[in-house]
Nanobody, 121 residues
């Protein structure tokens, strides 16, 4: 029900825009989050956006990443700028039924399949 895309290979300092399209239900009232998992590491919170557009970010992406959503298209976006090699990971989008945001992955109800982002040095 969540399909993430837009990943790829980019050089340090480059940009990528990830998209997460929802289907099967309307996610406009859900909190939408992005998480990532680097090789050999656990899944970590990146950012989330509420239905009203309130956002929060992990400290390591503040000022570089921007989350947005288009409820009419049932899609959430992650604009990633000034990418670093340590941003290399599989990026997952997730949806949370409750209206309050969360940084904990186990509080999200639906998950996309992930899209790979590789940043070369």
């Amino acid at each position: 029900q969540l399909q993430a895309c837009g990943g790829g290979l980019v050089q340090t300092g480059g940009s990528l825009r990830l998209s997460c399209a929802a289907s099967g239900r309307t996610f406009s009232s859900y909190v939408m989050g992005w998480f990532r998992q680097a090789p050999g590491k656990g899944r970590e919170f990146v950012t989330a956006i509420t239905s009203g557009g309130r956002t929060n970010y992990a400290d390591f992406v503040k000022g570089r990443f921007t989350v947005s959503r288009d409820n009419a298209k049932n899609t959430v976006y992650l604009q990633m700028n000034s990418l670093k090699p340590e941003d290399t990971a599989v990026y997952y989008c997730a949806a949370r039924r409750l209206s309050s945001s969360s940084t904990y992955s186990n509080r999200y109800d639906y998950w996309g399949q992930g899209t790979h982002v590789t940043v070369s040095s």
